[in-house]
């Protein structure tokens, strides 16, 4: 068959954007693997790295306490997140979309803040140190607490998706045949939840093995692999030996990624299109347990926020409690002054603007494209591939292509750039999932109508595509945005004294033992995340109002 | 279509913007306090308005290990305010662009590399001290420690806090003057002692001295310009000087070899050891490069500046890895299973 002016436009986008993935993820990642099995002049030296690696008993004592907080927090999260979810979806108790909200928080701030607030909680000179009785916050304890605050939104998102598919028709039937509550939980509500606790427990595993914010933060002399990495390249510039703690860090992440692949495909065949969206019946005795168990929760999430914002005006802890706005002076402090604030901003929106463009354009044609279905499959596993990628990882990869002396690319280095394409890299497989399933509720019959009409793809593109699919655009630019403001691991290695960040900045003060000015920047961070999506809300309501009215006509 | 490609050609030459380099400025590396990095570059500023200044500012370990690592492709243009004995180390190495500044002449000896023309340069010294809680020490019952060997009394087990030496400058030089004051192995025996009573080993110099400040270790040992500035701030500290004398180290510049910006480099490396630059150092530290224009600085502990050791910077610099890696041989595995 003839290609058409249209095919060729199609493959040269698929091209740029392949090429475009390639560049900032498949290379680098060779890089980071050819490095393990070099020595410091480069020359190959095949598995010596990883041997004396595994011949360092500290070293290798991280893997197991970093399996051994990965699962212990996952199981935590998972049990808590559950129940929240199961309260979210399947009770009538009152302040559903206040507890939904307030859930949500641990999203908006750098996952190290929880650790910070832990110190002002537990610590030495925490506020409620008699708790701990005798025991130190720093170490396992203090991370599992602070990772299990991290994890919580995500977990809960992914949960309460999987319970709220649980088809009516089900619980009918299980009504008809008397089945007790116990039961129809046990055969009704788990099965179908099933695949999205998994996917959400492998989720929580891979975030907390990948983070490493926390365990600096608070983990005291309690090494785990994420941190290793940081010490060998930041503490020793040990650039082989942190090339070979990465990849000793790939290997569970990508087995989490495989898993939450095979689960998710298998999540999409229980929803079909005769289910029937699921109702909760009041239940006075049981909304009201589900009340108590959500406001505890609630309380924990805001006392760990409310602890960092309190910290963060108090003079001087604990012997001036008077409150001041001293620990707001952030060019006093090590770790990057009021700049790195204006430089996160500007970082974030560039990896809005720009992010949006790249993963709503590549999902357009993974998903719209007729022709070229090898092109497309291609596409689509290469934007499948970042979220298998830790971000710490990631960095140390950039730092290894696009600092090479022969990259031609290596102008890019320590610039705004590398912040942006290596952020927009991190996050872009959830970015490209959301521009999915939003795509997929369009019809293809506009694609078919325009083609006959013989209107280039394009037009219907910018004239039906992209206003019906606006609210997933803001959805992906605000996903964009606030996970630019509080990243730490993808961006740890690569910024430079110009382009200093927020996030990097709360690592750094905390670091230099300014932690109450640490947690103040980090409330900074809080405040503008807050702001746009507050801001995000009320906008996309006036524009939803305008672009979506056709939706609410055919209801 | 057209439209297609504008966005596209707007937004490439927009992330190009984003990439261009600057002219006319020094890429810095340092490890002077952040909170006098400000106040440094506008003193700078004044004489020469032109020459803007980036800093890259990291602990004294970790900027001399960026250093080494970029050592055949150099990202910095000049050191100022570097470890002595870092910068002895890499002038071994054949890192620097031997240039003696104007006014060199006017320096203590004992500030200024021996050589013609010089590698380095020395600008301040900063001294060891021990930060300690007073609320603390008398809510746990403590007595107050006076020298170093104090500090090994079991009862402090668990409540000193102290910088790892191969990441902070200052931890190098506590080890390095132990080592000194103790002889070699009385100094590895005074710290594997110390190492019982230890709580944490910390990453910067000033975290510890900032931690005993908060409370959240009584005893933290640091240097003493951190300790004066903490007890400004209003912290219940006392800033101790151990009766065994205190290590010091002086801070240096140098010039990088291959800077693509020498003459700007010099400018600055011929300022940096002006009379106005000594003063603005004396602001916060007792010890400057240029004898006769030390004032006493505020909080600083009496007799401080008569307890600095004899210090053997050839010593330390020719030592320096081998002290490291003893170190975190016998110290640096306390997160091992304790089977």
């Known amino acids: 068959m003839k290609k058409s002016k249209d095919d060729y436009l199609t493959i040269f986008f698929i091209s740029i954007i392949g090429i475009y993935i390639f560049i900032a993820l498949a290379f680098p990642m060779y890089a980071i693997f050819s490095k393990s099995v070099e020595n410091k002049d480069g020359i190959f030296i095949g598995f010596e790295n990883y041997q004396s690696y595994f011949s360092n008993p500290a070293l290798v004592y991280s893997i197991y306490n970093s399996l051994f907080i990965s699962i212990i927090t996952m199981v935590i999260t998972i049990t808590l997140a559950f129940v929240f979810a199961y309260a979210l979806t399947k009770s009538c108790m009152i302040g559903k979309s206040v507890f939904r909200s307030i859930a949500m928080i641990p999203i908006l701030v750098p996952s190290l803040l929880s650790g910070i607030s832990l110190i002002y909680l537990f610590g030495k000179q925490g506020i409620f140190r008699e708790l701990m009785m005798g025991y130190e916050i720093y170490g396992p304890i203090g991370i599992i607490i602070a990772e299990v605050f991290y994890t919580f939104p995500h977990a809960l998102l992914i949960i309460i998706t999987a319970l709220s598919i649980g088809d009516a028709r089900l619980y009918e039937a299980a009504k008809v045949l008397r089945s007790k509550s116990i039961r129809t939980f046990f055969t009704v509500t788990l099965p179908s939840a099933k695949y999205g606790v998994i996917s959400a427990a492998f989720v929580v595993f891979t975030l907390v093995i990948t983070d490493f914010g926390i365990p600096k933060v608070i983990g005291g002399q309690f090494n785990v692999l994420a941190v290793d990495v940081y010490k060998q390249v930041i503490g020793q510039q040990n650039f082989e030996m942190g090339a070979v703690v990465s990849v000793v860090l790939i ?159 290596n102008f890019i280095y320590g610039t705004m750039a590398i912040l942006v394409i290596c952020t927009i890299t991190h996050f872009y497989t959830v970015s490209h999932l959301t521009a999915l399933t939003s795509l997929k509720q369009i019809d293809n019959e506009f694609e078919h109508v325009s083609s006959s009409l013989k209107q280039p793809f394009y037009k219907t593109f910018f004239r039906v595509t992209v206003p019906i699919s606006l609210p997933a655009i803001f959805e992906i630019g605000i996903y964009f945005f606030v996970n630019a403001m509080t990243t730490v691991s993808a961006v740890v290695f690569l910024y430079s004294s110009k382009t200093n960040l927020a996030s990097v900045a709360v690592l750094n003060m905390d670091d230099a033992g300014d932690i109450a000015p640490a947690a103040a920047m980090g409330m900074m961070i809080f405040y503008t995340n807050a702001a746009v999506r507050i801001i995000y809300v009320l906008v996309t309501k006036k524009i939803l109002v305008r672009f979506q009215k056709w939706r609410t006509k055919t209801v | 279509m057209n439209k297609i490609l504008t966005t596209i050609s707007v937004a490439v030459v927009f992330l190009l913007s984003l990439a261009n380099a600057n002219a006319g400025s020094l890429t810095v590396y340092t490890a002077i306090e952040a909170e006098d990095l400000k106040r440094y570059a506008a003193t700078f500023n004044e004489d020469h308005p032109d020459i803007e200044i980036n800093w890259v500012r990291d602990s004294t370990g970790i900027v001399t290990a960026k250093l080494l690592a970029e050592k055949n492709n150099p990202q910095a243009d000049i050191i100022w305010g570097l470890a002595g004995t870092s910068l002895m180390l890499m002038k071994g190495e054949g890192m620097f662009e031997p240039y003696s500044p104007k006014g060199i002449e006017k320096l203590d000896p004992k500030f200024r590399d021996g050589d013609e023309p010089a590698s380095w340069t020395g600008i301040d010294a900063w001294v060891a001290a021990v930060c300690v809680n007073t609320v603390e020490m008398a809510k746990h019952g403590f007595s107050m420690p006076s020298s170093w060997e104090d500090l090994t009394k079991p009862e402090y087990e668990g409540h000193v806090a102290m910088p790892n030496p191969n990441s902070s400058g200052t931890g190098f030089l506590d080890v390095s003057s132990w080592l000194q004051i103790f002889g070699e192995d009385g100094g590895w025996d005074f710290m594997d002692r110390l190492h019982k009573n230890i709580s944490h080993y910390t990453h910067s110099g000033s975290k510890p001295c900032k931690q005993a400040a908060a409370g959240e270790v009584p005893i933290g040992v640091s240097f003493a310009f951190r300790g004066a500035r903490s007890k400004a701030k209003g912290a219940p500290i006392e800033i101790i000087v151990p009766s065994e004398g205190v290590g010091w180290e002086m801070e240096a510049n140098a010039i990088i070899k291959g800077t693509d910006n020498l003459e700007d480099a010099k400018t600055l490396a011929d300022w940096a050891i002006t009379q106005k630059a000594m003063e603005m150092y004396n602001e916060a530290y007792a010890v400057v490069g240029m004898p006769g224009v030390a004032k006493p600085v505020e909080h600083f502990p009496p007799g401080l500046l008569d307890a600095m050791i004899k210090n053997d910077f050839e010593f330390a610099a020719t030592n320096r890895k081998s002290i490291l890696a003893e170190w975190q041989k016998r110290y640096d595995s306390k997160s091992e299973p304790k089977s």
Not at chain 1, 368 to 382: A, D
Request: one cysteine or more; glycine letters at 6%; a positive charge.
């Open chain 1, 251 to 409: 290997f569970p992440a990508l087995l989490a990624f495989a898993v939450d692949r095979i689960v998710q495909r298998k999540q999409v065949a229980i929803l079909t299109s005769r289910s029937v969206v699921h109702e909760p019946n009041k239940n006075k005795k049981f909304d009201l347990i589900m009340l108590m168990y959500c406001s505890i929760i609630s309380v924990f999430i805001l006392t760990i926020i409310g602890m960092c914002l309190y910290a963060s005006l108090v003079t001087f802890w604990p012997y001036n409690l008077s409150l001041s706005l001293t620990n707001y002076q952030f060019d006093l402090m090590d770790g990057g002054g009021w700049d790195s604030y204006y430089n996160s901003i500007r970082m974030a929106c560039y990896t809005a603007f720009f992010g949006t463009i790249v993963v709503f354009t590549g999902a357009y044609f993974v998903e719209k494209s007729r022709s070229i279905k090898t092109g497309r499959s291609i596409l689509h596993l290469l934007s499948m591939m970042p979220m298998a990628i830790p971000g710490l990882v990631l960095g140390l990869a950039y730092i290894f292509f696009f600092n090479h002396p022969d990259n031609p690319l």
